[in-house]
């Protein structure tokens, strides 16, 4: 069973950073990998996604600039998220998944979704 775990979100202000990390376990090929977000009373969407083997990177408009996805492949994939100049909307349940490529969904996302992580941007 493929488990994902996110972390390293928290409370930052506006013009503040954070890295999230995104380890995957119980996947037995390399995949896609992308993460999401969720405000509240929102639907979740797409933020990031990182090719099978790092080549190709995809970014939402309102993160392009300011985010960047990378990845680590060994026994487990890992996934980061470094985000920079956060802002109020930035704010939100931050999750990642497995996808068949980088031009992943929420409707192409492979696994279960994980508890994710919050992330606040307030001052």
């Known amino acids: 069973q493929v488990q994902l775990e996110e972390s390293g979100g928290g409370l930052v202000q506006p013009g503040g950073s954070l890295t999230l990390s995104c380890v995957v376990s119980?996947?037995?090929?390399?995949?896609?990998m992308g993460w999401f977000r969720q405000a509240p009373g929102k639907e979740r969407e797409f933020v990031a996604s990182?090719?099978?083997?790092?080549?190709?990177?995809?970014y939402s408009d309102s993160v392009k600039g300011r985010f960047t996805i990378s990845r680590y492949d060994d026994a487990k994939a890992t996934m980061y998220l470094q985000m920079n100049n956060l802002k109020p909307e930035d704010t939100g349940v931050y999750y990642c998944?497995?996808?068949?490529?980088?031009?992943?969904?929420?409707?192409?996302?492979?696994?279960?979704w994980g508890q994710g992580t919050q992330v606040t941007v307030s001052s």
């Open positions: 998944n497995n996808g068949p490529d980088s031009t992943m969904s929420t409707n192409t996302v492979l696994d279960s």
């Open positions: 119980g996947r037995s090929s390399r995949t896609a």
């Open positions: 990182i090719s099978r083997f790092g080549v190709v990177t995809r």
